[in-house]
């Protein structure tokens, strides 16, 4: 994966995402439907995750074939990586949502069925396996720095954030991490920008509220 390139960059948010691939086994604990756009595209809510976010100013909601298309660049990446196949996660795709144009930044929100493994989950050991899937890519040419953990209230809870700079031989991105544990899923929202982009981020997580 030398001479990574930027849009394997961004695959790499889905690839984090599902960092605890290797223990999402069992049936499904729990049923999940993907939300939906209002008619005029501006407005994305999900009943079971009681989430709703409005689009800010100069951004797109993504495509099923975009949201696909980072999915199988995902998958592309983790097979390269020697992962598990990231056709065999149970994870629900259900949110994507781009500047445009430039597409940059993106937000992704997602979440893993953590089946078996549900129990003995928390979002630190979420982040702690991250940081081995992360370690694990230094002897490809990609460095990383991470942020302190912090707290951040969105959609009606209290959610733990994570920021990180990744660094590669061709391309750069700087990515937040937020979860929140939803009876046996792991919700996650993904932000990928570059450095310069905190208000545009900001902007992003200011369209979020608790659905009711």
Known sequence: MVGIKKAAMVALAVIMALALASCSKGEEPTSVKAGSWSSDGKTFSNKWSKIQFKLPAGYRSGTDEELDQVYQSAKAVTETMGENSASAIKVTYDLLA???????????????????????????????????????????????????????????????????????????????????????????????????????????????????
Do not use: C
């Open 98 to 212: 781009l500047k445009d144009p430039g597409d940059i930044p993106k937000l992704m929100l997602l979440y893993e069925n953590l089946g078996d493994s549900s129990a003995s989950v928390t979002t630190e050991t979420y982040f702690s396996s991250m940081a081995k899937q992360f370690s694990a890519m230094v002897k490809s040419g990609i460095t990383y720095t991470e942020s302190d953990s912090k707290k951040v209230n969105l959609a009606g809870n209290s959610w733990d954030s994570k920021t990180y700079s990744i660094k590669g031989p061709s391309a750069e991105a700087v990515q937040q991490y937020l979860l929140f544990k939803r009876d046996n899923y792991m919700m996650t929202i993904v932000i990928t920008s570059e450095e310069g982009y905190e208000a545009e981020v900001e902007s992003l997580l200011d369209g979020f509220s608790a659905l009711k």
